[in-house]
Each structure stands twice: as C-alpha cells, then as structure tokens.
C-alpha cells in the first residue's frame, strides 16, 4: 500500500514539475529500469577509484583471515539443508 501511495505522488509530481534529476528511478521504492551512465562506470574503476592500488598491510590481512577462522566464522558448526548447498553450489 505504501509503494502504491508514494508512486501515486511522486508521478503527480513529476508531471506537474519536471524534477527528473530530483529521483531518476522510475519505480518508487525500486531501483528497477534505472542505468547508469558510462561515466559513473569509468570513475569507480581505475585510478579514479580511492582503493584502487592501495596496499594493505601484512598485519591487516592477517587480521581478516584469523577473524573468519574456525569457531570465529558464524557459520561454524551449522548444518545446512540440501536445499541451501544447492543454491550455495555454481
């Protein structure tokens, strides 16, 4: 009900203003059928992109193995259902 209500107003307002640039996504509460533009593609990758060539230290990964590792990972011990490993499975 809510979608249905702020679709309702958000067309009325784009027809009565043209505000495209305010909400360029065609669906409220979706962000379906909207594209970006090439631009936004070639930023985030590259030497535009801040972590791009950041080296990390050998302390850091270290850190982010030891801390998934055995009875630190929140999946250890849990047993999964046929179905669950099916969808885990490529």
Do not use: W
Request: charged share 20%; hydrophobic share 35%; net charge positive.
């Amino acid at each position: 009900m809510r979608a249905c209500a702020e679709q309702f107003y958000l067309n009325l307002l784009f027809t009565k203003h043209s505000l495209l640039t305010l909400n360029q996504s065609p669906t409220a509460g979706s962000t379906l059928g909207f594209k970006h533009k090439l631009e936004f593609g070639l930023k985030r990758s590259g030497h535009l992109n801040p972590m791009s060539d950041r080296k990390l230290s050998s302390e850091f990964i270290e850190m982010q193995k030891r801390s998934k590792l055995g009875k630190n990972n929140p999946q250890f011990g849990v047993i999964k259902s046929a179905n669950t490993i099916a969808k885990l499975v490529k």
